[in-house]
Nanobody, 122 residues
């Protein structure tokens, strides 16, 4: 069992940056792949970024490639999403997720946080 709590969301102007954090507790965090997803009103949950349990492999959706960066500090039980060059279409609730085992770029994760709102204004 893993518990996840996101923070760092807020209101930012287009072109600005935010850094989201996900604090994890519970079983074997160091061996969990981690992902970030987002969901806008009326839309399906969308993959954003993921990182392997070792931190050695990262993956990004085409829409955020080159703008966002996922990282983790296992000793602090924390995963981050650095978001740069934000666009209004990035507006969504961002959710942290954990998966026991290999990293995937689908919504097939075992544990989810409740999300943090990111709003990007024009």
């Amino acid at each position: 069992q893993v518990q996840l709590v996101e923070s760092g969301g807020g209101l930012v102007q287009a072109g600005g940056s935010l850094r989201l954090s996900c604090a994890a507790s519970g079983r074997a965090f160091s061996r969990y792949a981690m992902g970030w997803f987002r969901q806008a009103p009326g839309k399906e949950r969308e993959f954003v970024a993921a990182i392997s349990w070792t931190g050695g492999s990262t993956y990004y959706s085409d829409s955020v490639k080159g703008r966002f960066a996922i990282s983790r500090i296992t000793a602090k039980n924390t995963v981050y999403l650095q978001m740069n060059s934000l666009k209004p279409e990035d507006t969504a609730v961002y959710l942290c997720a954990a998966r026991d085992g290999v990293v995937v770029t689908s919504v097939n994760y075992n544990y989810w946080g409740q999300g943090t709102q990111v709003t990007v204004s024009s």
